[in-house]
């Protein structure tokens, strides 16, 4: 009887220890008045501070499509500069109330870290850059050559199995500092810089002579890159699932930053349902109905997010590629709102 007393009185504990994480962050979030974002140290496209030092990219837009949904104010985020070794541990200590900044869904930081990855903002997956003088073709050619990399990422143990599984000499030389690889790649420190193939992309749009630089053929992982945010407040998680699944929901539906106020006035179940015109599926997620017409008035839908971050016209380039709408070919899917 005492036992069973003593199990009650824990499982109550639990479930209201529970219950209390499960609103924290976004309180949190409201009481201060902006949304503290874990991005980059400045990858173009992804998440980078431009002229004027405002952070533009994927990522950012990510983290200001939340602070439209919650503030109906997109400007309301602060960024942190994070390196990829710090990164986890930062969101843990709740230095940042979302972590969105190239980071690679695997399965041992979604279950080991008490950390819960969001969604995929950008299928990636990792690439090698060689000097076009160098006359290297493939990855295959890179047996013993010297090459830079990132530590703290998935990129240095991909290569790693990659060059066991080939039989061919792995010569890395590692910093904990992106500038550092790209600076020791550009100085000829190195002959291959590796990483997330839309990052070489990235840094090589921002080198003197970009032509004189090639990304290899080869693609030698699955780089999933998606927000995190910490483990235990499914308050907080859903908002952050469901701001990247009304991006996309909106792509889908045709409504844009353009038109969604006339969009207001649409007969399509769906658009009256992701604008909260019918229906209210902000009040579970912790904001108002409109939320989804916050982000889109504000932000943009997917694809125009990722237009101009890193789309054709961008010095990225990127094609949409898997990064397309499941109906146009690619595997960008958001569930129904219903
Ligand atoms: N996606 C990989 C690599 C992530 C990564 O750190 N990439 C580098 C190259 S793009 C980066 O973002 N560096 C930016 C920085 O260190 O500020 C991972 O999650 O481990």
Known sequence: MQKQLVTLAASAILSL??????AAILDDVKAKGYVQCGVTGGVPGFSAPDSNNVWTGLEVDFCRAMAAAIFNDADAVRFTSLTSQERFTALSAGEVDVLSRTTTWTMSRDTQLGITFVGTMF????????RKED???????LSGAAICIESGTTTELNAADYFAANN???????FVDQDEVVKAYEDGRCDVYTTDSSALAAERSKFANP???????????????????RSGDSQ???????????????????????NVDEMLGSDNPAIKRLLG???DFGTPLGV??????????????????YDRNVGPSTPIGLERGLNALWKDGGIQYAPPIR
């Open 236 to 258: 907080w998680f859903n908002l952050a699932r469901w701001t990247y699944f009304a991006l996309l929901e909106a792509e889908e539906l045709g409504v844009t930053s353009a």
């Open 123 to 130: 299928y990636d997956g990792q690439g090698f850059m060689v």
């Open 288 to 305: 108002t109905k409109d939320w989804a017409y916050q982000i889109v008035k504000l932000v943009g839908n997917y694809a125009e997010t």
């Open 211 to 229: 032509d004189d630089h090639i990304i290899l053929p080869e693609i030698i992982s699955k780089e999933p890159l998606g927000p995190v945010v």
């Open 168 to 174: 061919m000499e792995f010569n890395t030389v590692v």
């Open 135 to 141: 006359g290297i073709a493939s990855t295959l050619d």
């Open 277 to 279: 015109v019918e229906g």
């Open 17 to 22: 220890t529970a219950v209390s994480a499960q």
